[in-house]
């Protein structure tokens, strides 16, 4: 049966389905007029520009923000001021009083890393404390052209950086213990402000004379014989001398054996520690390294105490260090020698002393000491798996990488441990919350952590890493937990 009427057929009368069609027609026509509006509004500004009108009524549009910069790098001034003004500098004088006696090893090292600078300055300080004359300490110098910055591989860097923005203790003028009669430090400046004129020797005065020159004890001994019979106070050796203690000594496995027993008990050593700044860097990321819900106190509000006080082993930590970079290519050189382990990396009874491959097959001698001294990503984590297993790292639950890596290779290698263990942290270098002025001794924030940590996995050619194992063997921590690649 055929519906009686359209209502029936589809819900609508007749006049209510025309006043539908006649809205969408004029909704049609509304868009199309205000799309041909704007039109002409455009093609009106871009012939003729904004009216004047307008463009007094309405404020002129906000400039984007501008670029910013990053900040040139820190001076410290602050801990040059702070070094200036030690209570041994008589800067109302102008000769040094009867008392003062002084040593300054003019032709330290420049333009190296800090690693290679730190060791060197140890015996150098030393040297001095063995002669009973003050150490006259000056700053980690990148370059001393008089320019504040430098330009390291496109970056501005300090050219100089006080070593008291890195350390602490009688090295840059805190008191000796008590009972020890060694005059203070003092700062160059105020050597060279009582010492217009100055006794100067140089390196081979004594180089030429030792049967072993590479031997760190016969090299202070001679010195010591040398300076015993030295009346005048101002003593320095020559700027373009060179280093004393050089590479051909620290590159020497037997270079540190005989004088260690000496270097290890003396103030330099048992009473080192790291810089306030250095220390805050620690104390700020300090949830990386310390297991969880740890009491022990900040570092920061520790009174001074000796280095092994101070600095006890972080239980659960396993820190590794890592040098990439240039490093590659430095391995392909220490591969031609081939090289032995540094000094302060070649301790007796550390477990993993090296001996350089020198098979008949060029290209598996290098491949071999290339996984010592550039491990590929598999290598450092098939040897991190195997030194966990190890009784010194029982108990380890936290991962710490020090490293000059960039952040793919870490962001790599985090992941490949994360796969083969399980971990409660792994965290890196790259990880530090620092600030401005501590950004630029980050090494020494990571040399602190592998320092304390309860195993440390280290490169036997990287100073970085010798400096760590010579802080460790200082302290008397166990040396099966000291590892190398």
């Known amino acids: ?48 520009g904004v009216p004047r009108a307008l463009r007094d009524a309405f404020p002129p549009p906000i400039p984007p923000p501008p670029t910013i910069t990053s900040p040139l790098p ?36 420049r333009g190296c890393g800090w690693g290679n600078a730190m060791q060197e300055l140890l015996l150098n300080a030393y040297m001095a404390y063995k002669a009973g004359r ?29 070593y008291s923005a890195i350390m602490q203790g009688p090295i840059v003028g805190a008191p000796f213990p008590a009972g020890d009669p060694t005059p203070l430090a003092v700062h ?8 217009p004129k100055k006794v100067t020797f140089i390196r081979e005065d004594i180089s030429e004379i030792i049967d072993f020159k590479n031997s760190a004890k016969e090299i202070i001994d001679g010195w010591h014989d040398k300076l015993a019979d030295v009346e005048e106070p101002c003593v320095q050796t020559a700027p373009n001398s060179g280093q004393i203690f050089n590479f051909d000594v620290f590159g020497d496995p037997r270079a540190m054996i005989d004088i260690w027993p000496e270097l290890s008990a003396s103030p330099i050593l048992t009473h080192f520690s790291w810089s306030p700044l250095v220390e805050l860097a620690f104390d700020t990321n300090r949830d990386m390294f310390l297991p969880s819900l740890s009491i022990e106190p900040y570092l920061t509000s520790l009174p001074y105490t000796t280095n092994a006080d101070r600095y ?36 007796p009874g550390l477990p993993d002393p090296f001996v350089p491959p020198r098979g008949p097959d060029a290209d598996a001698n290098r491949a071999a000491f290339r996984a010592h001294c550039y491990p590929s990503l598999e290598q450092i984590v098939g040897r991190v798996r195997e030194l966990r297993r190890a009784h010194a790292a029982r108990g380890v639950r936290k991962l710490y990488v020090m490293t000059n ?60 890493s010798s400096n760590v194992v010579m802080m460790r063997m200082a302290n008397h921590i166990r040396p099966d937990s000291t590892r190398f690649w």
């Open 312 to 347: 006890a082993v972080i239980p659960g930590l396993m820190a590794i260090h890592l040098r990439r970079g240039d490093f590659s290519g430095h391995c392909e050189h220490l591969a031609g020698y081939p090289a032995e382990y540094n000094a302060f990396s070649s301790f």
């Open 405 to 464: 890596a960039d952040e793919g290779f870490v962001r790599e290698l985090r992941e490949a441990l994360w796969r083969d263990q399980d971990w409660q942290m792994i965290s890196s270098s790259r990880d530090l919350v620092l600030n401005w002025e501590q950004r630029h001794v980050a090494q020494a924030v990571d040399m602190l952590v592998g320092q304390r940590a309860q195993v440390f996995v280290g490169n036997g050619w990287s100073t970085l």
């Open 1 to 48: 049966m055929l519906p009686s009427s359209l209502r029936e057929k589809d819900g609508l009368s007749r006049p209510g389905l025309h006043l539908r069609f006649k809205t969408r027609r004029y909704l049609v026509l509304a868009v199309i007029a205000c799309a041909v509006f704007t039109l002409l509004g455009r093609v009106f500004l871009a012939l003729f």
């Open 188 to 195: 160059r400046d105020y050597f060279d402000h009582v010492c």
């Open 134 to 162: 003050s150490f006259v300490f000056a700053n980690y110098t990148w370059n001393d052209n008089g320019s504040p910055y430098s330009d390291y591989n496109g970056k501005k860097i300090p050219s100089l950086i006080p």
């Open 74 to 109: 820190p001076l410290y001034e602050n801990y040059h001021h702070t070094e200036l003004s030690l209570s041994q500098h008589h800067w109302d004088q102008k000769r040094p009083r009867k008392d003062e006696k002084f040593l300054f090893v003019a032709g330290h090292s």
